[in-house]
């Protein structure tokens, strides 16, 4: 029995199909060239498409000979003069040609449907796998939700390729060939003209393919789109209930599904038209044949068994071809999908792991350092996010960073996890440049709470050690009691073991706050980053969570990005950004005195807290 892989496929174990990797092929081969991808796939497992093929063979075959036997049966059985044992000889024949075809046609069913979903399986993981090496800045220019709606809709083609159109196309062709070498044998003159007349089959079926493999692809992108905006919109569900858009977000949704229509509409007609003129060419050959078989008949030159092998075969081969347009259609249809699904994987990451990579220093200090960096986001070249920022955080200290919307708080964090790469200027760990270390180690020495608790779809306990997956059950209790989570925690129906619904559903803002805390905290990492992890909270909340957060910054470099000033008046240094330059650094104290940007923030919020205390 074939298994997966220890370690799946990869985007090297799949060949590249882009425009330049088969522009060298004929332009007939080149729309089906994307399943390559699903063929290297396939490959992984030798045997079951050995026995997926010995079965095939023998199922054509056996298809082929049951007309030849019925022509032996009118010869032999419906004819005055035979015996008894030589019907009794041909219907044991034909009866055991059909059982042969019953067992081989379930073991070529159950071999190729293994084969599709478990080549689907490997192209999901190899997807998906490449998906997580990129960087953020993907992820910015392409929509997660279209990528998810990828691997699934592209995926089912592929899977409906690999499990059952290939397997049909290669039956049919055998089926085919066996039948035309069955007419040759018995009527060579009559079937001249069938094989002559093929290549004016195929022609209409390249040219119809390739319009099809167009409005296929098209067609895939339509129904992304309408997973894309499903997700969008019902993730949403309770923002678009309470601004009464329903009726809105209907006919949004109404107005992709009828692009996606008119496109398969479009598709459907290119198919119907192709099978319509290739049925006519085959049958339209075929009839002729027949033409000729019956007079030939009737003139006595061929015999009744004769023209029912012929006529029997005639139909196989005819309807073999016929299919064959059907199936080239989903061929378009499924290259098309890996052609789509192919671009994923062979998507290089921005940020990877250089050559040489160079070690941090043993044991981590935690100091980080910005000289004069630069940084544009990818979609907005056109402003600096940040723009000549220098910047150095010695170990243990805390440095808090404020300023309006937009000043380029958040993009310092995502410089110091090297999500991105600087446009100038250099980031260092511990004196050594960001760009010559291999991501994974830079990150290991990194923790982050996001400004909103984000957990995943699983348990308590692989959400709280989703830093340290080597974390025992002591550690994480000793983290949840650090982070304030320890009590509500244990009142969960199964502890540890609860599920916590889809990012934490089942939990409060505050609980999972804490969660993250206490993740953070089992990472034991020299430097913390925090993106201001009480904004969000109630009064209570954020007493709980901030007595957590100090027990975590405890002897580490913090960055913190803050968002409410009275959570910073203990920072060693408070930075000031506005507009992505540092306009502002020193204590909560002397910038308060310097009349300057944090000062006129402070002065708004304190003014808020005393009206909203009634002060």
């Given at each position: ?239 678009v209930q309470s601004f009464g858009q329903e009726a809105r977000e209907t006919q949004r949704f109404a107005e992709a599904v009828e692009r996606t229509f008119n496109t398969a509409r479009r598709r459907i007609m290119i198919r ?18 027949m033409r000729q078989g019956a007079i030939g008949v009737a003139s006595g030159a061929i015999s009744g068994g004769v023209i029912t092998t012929f006529v029997g075969c005639g139909v196989l081969v005819a309807s073999a071809f ?47 350092s910005f000289e004069k960096v630069t940084f544009r986001y990818p979609t907005r070249l056109e402003v600096a996010a940040i723009s000549d920022f220098s910047l150095t955080v010695e170990p243990g200290e805390t440095v808090a ?215």
């Open positions: 029995m074939d298994s997966a892989p220890d370690a799946g496929l990869n985007a090297a174990d799949l060949p590249e199909t882009t425009d330049a990797a088969t522009a060298a092929e004929p332009k007939a081969v080149r729309s089906l060239g994307p399943l390559r991808m699903v063929w290297k796939a396939a490959l992984q497992y030798p045997a079951r498409i050995g026995t997926a093929l010995a079965a095939l063979t023998v199922t054509a075959l056996s298809t082929v000979t049951i007309p030849v036997l019925f022509g032996k049966l009118v010869e032999h059985g419906f004819s005055r003069g035979s015996s008894k044992a030589e019907i009794e000889y041909w219907f044991a024949m034909l009866i055991g040609v059909v059982v042969i075809l019953a067992v081989g046609t379930a073991i070529r069913f159950y071999s190729v449907s293994w084969l599709g979903e478990r080549v689907v399986a490997d192209i999901r993981l190899a997807v998906q796998t490449n998906l997580l090496r990129l960087s953020p800045g993907f992820f910015e220019e392409n929509s997660p939700k279209e990528i998810s709606s990828r691997m699934t809709s592209d995926t089912t083609l592929i899977e409906q390729v690999a499990g059952t159109t290939v397997s049909v196309a290669l039956r049919n062709g055998i089926t085919a060939i066996a039948g035309l070498v069955v007419l040759l044998y018995m009527a060579p003159w009559l079937t001249l003209g069938l094989v002559i007349g093929i290549p004016v089959v195929i022609g209409p079926i390249v040219w119809f393919g390739r319009r099809l493999r167009t409005v296929s692809r098209t067609s895939q992108d339509r129904v992304a789109d309408i997973g894309a905006l499903t997700a969008e919109v019902l993730g949403a569900v309770k923002v119907a038209t192709m099978t319509a003129v290739v049925m006519l060419l085959i049958f339209g050959s075929i009839s002729l044949m016929g299919s064959l347009t059907e199936v080239y259609g989903d061929l378009v249809r499924g290259s098309g999908a890996a052609s789509r699904l192919n671009e994923l994987l062979n998507e290089k990451p921005s940020i990877s792991a250089p050559a040489q990579a160079l070690e941090l220093p043993v044991p981590p200090r935690g100091k980080i960073i404020v300023g309006p919307s937009g000043a380029g708080k958040s993009t310092i964090f995502q410089l110091a996890e090297r999500f991105y790469d600087p446009h100038s200027g250099t980031i260092k760990l511990d004196g050594v440049p960001l760009t010559k270390v291999d991501p994974l180690e830079l990150r290991r020495r990194m923790a982050f709470v996001p400004q909103e608790g984000i957990l995943f779809a699983a348990n308590a306990r692989d959400n709280l050690r989703y830093g340290n997956w080597d974390a025992t059950d002591e550690q994480i209790w000793e983290a949840a009691r650090a982070a304030n989570a320890e009590t509500f925690l244990r009142e969960l129906p199964e502890g540890l073991d609860t599920f916590l619904g889809e990012n934490g559903a089942r939990l409060s803002g505050g609980q999972r706050q804490r969660v993250a805390i206490a993740r953070a905290l089992l990472r034991d990492s020299p430097i913390l980053l925090l993106d201001e992890a009480t904004s969000a909270l109630d009064a209570e909340s954020e007493q709980l969570v901030q007595q957590a957060l100090d027990r975590l910054m405890e002897s580490r470099t913090t960055l913190v990005i803050a968002h409410r000033l009275a959570t910073v008046r203990k920072a060693n240094r408070i930075l000031v950004l506005d507009g992505g330059k540092l306009v502002e650094s020193g204590t909560h104290d002397e910038l308060s005195k310097a009349g300057g940007l944090y000062a006129r923030l402070a002065s708004l919020q304190f003014d808020e807290q005393r009206f909203a205390s009634g002060e």
